[in-house]
């Protein structure tokens, strides 16, 4: 309820009351709304990054190129470790919804590993790289390379950190809605990674070992 003044024929002021609608929002919906937007402007990051890419990818400044570098088979089977972590995912969230929290919990774990498994052989990618002397100074090609499959990685790693805290939010206080919701949350941000890694994948090694 909600009040005003008007004005009375003898000049006095006299308080006016009326109701007032409220709107009810649903629980958690800006959170949803908000994630959302950041998805989308980590879209736009990554778009940059692949635009980048693609018009500095050919210049080797006569040093090593895709060819020299890549182990397709490795990327590969890194590749089928990111797939794999978002499956499981998947069967973390059906167990959400049917409110198992040790089965939730277990494949929350699982896609952690392979989530790590993702980070380790990357880096080691990296180091074989750098140790070759294919340091990001070397090239526009390897700065953009780095800074692309970089960028990504760093996504993942934070991914796992956010894992990690879920899963002892989740064993402290269970299944409240607010832990749903950030599960969810942390569903649409790895399966997003799944779906970039996919274009890195596709347009940074496979169409590198083709040039």
Known sequence: MSTTTSLA????TLPVFYE???HAHADGASTMLGFWIYLMSDCLIFAVLF?????LGGNYAAGPSPKDLFDLPLVAVNTSMLLLSSITYGFAMLAMEKGRIRSLQIWLAVTGLFGLAFIGIELSEFS?????????QRSAFL?????????HGL??????VWLATLM???SRKGLIPANRRRLMCLSMFWHFLDIIWIGVFTFV???GMLR
Do not use: K, N, R, W
Request: with cysteine.
């Open 51 to 55: 635009a980048t890419y693609g018009v």
């Open 128 to 136: 074989h790289m750098i140790a070759e002397g294919a340091t990001p």
């Open 155 to 160: 996504h993942v790693s934070c991914g796992l």
């Open 205 to 207: 090694y496979l169409m």
């Open 20 to 22: 007032t609608e409220e």
């Open 168 to 170: 002892i939010q989740v």
């Open 9 to 12: 024929p003898d000049g006095a």
């Open 143 to 151: 700065s953009s390379f780095f800074t692309l499959v970089g960028t």
